[in-house]
C-alpha cells in the first residue's frame, strides 16, 4: 500500500453534507479540491465512485474504484462497490471476482456474501448462490436481501412453500421492501392466490391509491373512471395506462394524440405500448408509429435445435424424462382457455440441477446470439437494445393435452419469448393447423375493425424452436390427438 496523507473528518464534513442531501455534483467538486491537497488517498477516489454510483454512471464509478484498489488494494468497500458496479454494466464474471476479493480481505462481510450470491445465480449457479445467500444470513439473521434472494432460488427450484417463508422473513425485516413484495405477489398469482397478489403488488407499488383503483376500473372496463384515477395518480406508468384505457375505449383520436407525447423523448421498448401501438397500426393500415418492433413478424425465428436431433433425440429423451420424474412442482396458467387440459412447471427449469435442463440453455444462447446477427443492422429499438448478453428470467414446460390450448397473450416482461418444443401430436382432426402457433397483432380483446390482421401460424417439429419479440401475441391452436404436446416456454431478460 501507498504511504498517504488522508483527508480529516473535518475536511470531509461539507462533502458529506453534500452526499446526503443528493447533491452529487457539487460532492464530486469538493472531493476534485480535496484529492489536489490529498492525492494518495484511497478513500477519496471511493467517496467518488459512490457518487457516481449514486448517479448512474457505473463506468466512472469503476475508473474510481480501480484508482482506489491502486491505492489501498485492502479496502475492502472498493472491492465490494466496484463490484456491484461491474454488475450493473453486465461484466458478470468481472463483478464475481471483485466480489471474492472483497471476501478474502473479509470473510465475514455479509454484503460481498449477498452480491456474490446474486451474481452467482445470474451465472445459473444456484446451488452455488444459496451457499452465498445462506452465509450471509448466518452473520448477519437481520439482514432482509439474502433472505428474499433465497426465497427466488427455492421458487425456482418449486419449494413453493419455503420461498414464501422466505419473502415473508424479507418483508418482517425490512417491511418496505419493495423486490420482496413482488416477488411474494408473483408466487401467489402463479397459485391463483389473486387477491393475495394483487394486494402485495399494491404495496410494492407505494400503496398509491389512486393508481390502484385505475388499475381497479381498468379490470371492469370502466375506462373514463380508470382514466381519472390514473391521470390524479401521477404514478409510475401511469400515461402508458392511459393510452390504454382510451385505446380500449375506441377513443382512437385521443389514443393517436397523446401516444406521441408519452414516447416523445424516451425509448420505444415498452413490449406493453409495443403490442396496442402494433394493433393500432394494422387496425388503421398505417406505419406504426412506435419503434419497438414495427414489423414483428419479420422477426420471428423458426428453426432446428441441432443439439436436440444429435444421437437420434437423446437430448429430447432426457429433457422429457426429466420433466416427467424430477418432482417438479405444477402451477396454474393464467391463459388457459376454459379451463382447458394444459399442465404448467413453477419456478425456473433453466436454474434446476438437471443437466438436461443446462444443455438446453446452453443451445438456446447460441441459437439467440446467431438470430441477433442475422439483425443487427436493423434501427429499431428491439434490435439496438438487444440484450448484449442473453439471460433466461424464466423457462417453464407446458403439456397439453387433446382440446388443450391457450388464448392470445404477450410477455411483456421478457425481450424475447419463445418455446422448444419437444413432443408434437400427430394431426388427427380436419384441421389443417391443430396444435400450432399463431403469431399476430391481435389479441387480450384489443380493439378489432375488421378481419385483415396479419397473421403467421406456425407447426412445429419435435427439435424445433420459435423465437420473437415478446410484444407479439401469440395463442396455440387446438388440436384432437391422444398424445401430448410437450414444449419448453422461455423469456429473455431485456438488457436494461
Known amino acids: 500500500m501507498v504511504n498517504y496523507l488522508q483527508a480529516t473528518q473535518s475536511e470531509l464534513n461539507n462533502f458529506n453534507n453534500l452526499f446526503s442531501k443528493k447533491d452529487h455534483k457539487e460532492a464530486l467538486a469538493e472531493l476534485d479540491l480535496l484529492t489536489q491537497k490529498y492525492p494518495n488517498d484511497p478513500n477519496l477516489f471511493l467517496f467518488g465512485g459512490n457518487c457516481y454510483v449514486e448517479m448512474g454512471h457505473f463506468n466512472q464509478a469503476i475508473l474510481c474504484y480501480e484508482e482506489a484498489i491502486k491505492l489501498n488494494p485492502d479496502l475492502v468497500d472498493a472491492h465490494n462497490n466496484m463490484g456491484i458496479c461491474l454488475k450493473e454494466i453486465g461484466e458478470i464474471e468481472k463483478a464475481v471476482i471483485s ?41 448477519k439473521p437481520d439482514y432482509a436481501e439474502p433472505h428474499s434472494n433465497l426465497g427466488n432460488i427455492l421458487k425456482d427450484l418449486g419449494n413453493v412453500d419455503e420461498a414464501i417463508l422466505s419473502y415473508q422473513k424479507a418483508i418482517k425485516l425490512n417491511p418496505d421492501f419493495i423486490d420482496a413484495y413482488n416477488n411474494l405477489g408473483s408466487i401467489f398469482n402463479e397459485l391463483g392466490r389473486n387477491e393475495e397478489a394483487v394486494k402485495c403488488w399494491g404495496i410494492a407499488r407505494g400503496g398509491n391509491k389512486d393508481y390502484e383503483k385505475g388499475l381497479e376500473m381498468l379490470e371492469k372496463k370502466n375506462f373514463s373512471e380508470a382514466i381519472k384515477n390514473f391521470e390524479i395518480s401521477n404514478f409510475g406508468d401511469w400515461q402508458e395506462k392511459v393510452l390504454e384505457c382510451h385505446y380500449r375505449a375506441k377513443e382512437f383520436d385521443k389514443f393517436k394524440e397523446k401516444l406521441p407525447k408519452v414516447f416523445n423523448g424516451r425509448r420505444h421498448n415498452i413490449r406493453r405500448l409495443a403490442s396496442i401501438s402494433a394493433n393500432y397500426a394494422q387496425n388503421f393500415k398505417i406505419k406504426d408509429p412506435y419503434n419497438f418492433c414495427p414489423s414483428p413478424l419479420d422477426f420471428v425465428c423458426h428453426e432446428e435445435i441441432p443439439e436436440l436431433s444429435k444421437n437420434k433425440g437423446e437430448l429430447i429423451k432426457e429433457l422429457i424424462h426429466d420433466i416427467n420424474t424430477a418432482g417438479i412442482l405444477k402451477r396454474k396458467y393464467q391463459y388457459l382457455f376454459n379451463d382447458s387440459p394444459v399442465e404448467q412447471s413453477a419456478g425456473h427449469l433453466f436454474r434446476r440441477s438437471e443437466k438436461s435442463f443446462k444443455k438446453l440453455s446452453d443451445a438456446l444462447i447460441k441459437a439467440i446470439e446467431k438470430y441477433f446477427l442475422r439483425y443487427k443492422d436493423v434501427e429499431n429499438e428491439f434490435i439496438l437494445s ?94 384432437n390427438s391422444e398424445e401430448e404436446r410437450i414444449c419448453i416456454a422461455f423469456d429473455v431478460k431485456p438488457g436494461f
Open 99 to 139: 466480489f471474492k476479493n472483497a471476501l478474502k480481505l473479509k470473510p465475514d462481510y455479509a454484503m460481498a456474501h449477498n452480491n456474490l450470491g446474486i451474481c452467482l445465480y445470474d451465472l445459473s449457479q444456484s446451488k452455488e448462490a444459496q451457499l452465498c445467500y445462506k452465509r450471509a444470513i448466518k452473520l
Open 386 to 479: 438487444f440484450p448484449k448478453k442473453i439471460n433466461f428470467i424464466s423457462a417453464w414446460y407446458i403439456k397439453m393435452q387433446s382440446s388443450g390450448h391457450l388464448t392470445a397473450h404477450i410477455h411483456e416482461d421478457g425481450w424475447i419469448s419463445g418455446a422448444v418444443y419437444l413432443k408434437i401430436p400427430k394431426n388427427s382432426g380436419s384441421e389443417d393447423y391443430e396444435g400450432a402457433i399463431e403469431l399476430s397483432a391481435d389479441g387480450d380483446n384489443y380493439p378489432r375493425l375488421h378481419e385483415e390482421f396479419k397473421r403467421l401460424t406456425i407447426i412445429p417439429k419435435a427439435g424445433e424452436v420459435i423465437f420473437f419479440p415478446s410484444s407479439v401475441f401469440h395463442r396455440t391452436i387446438p388440436f
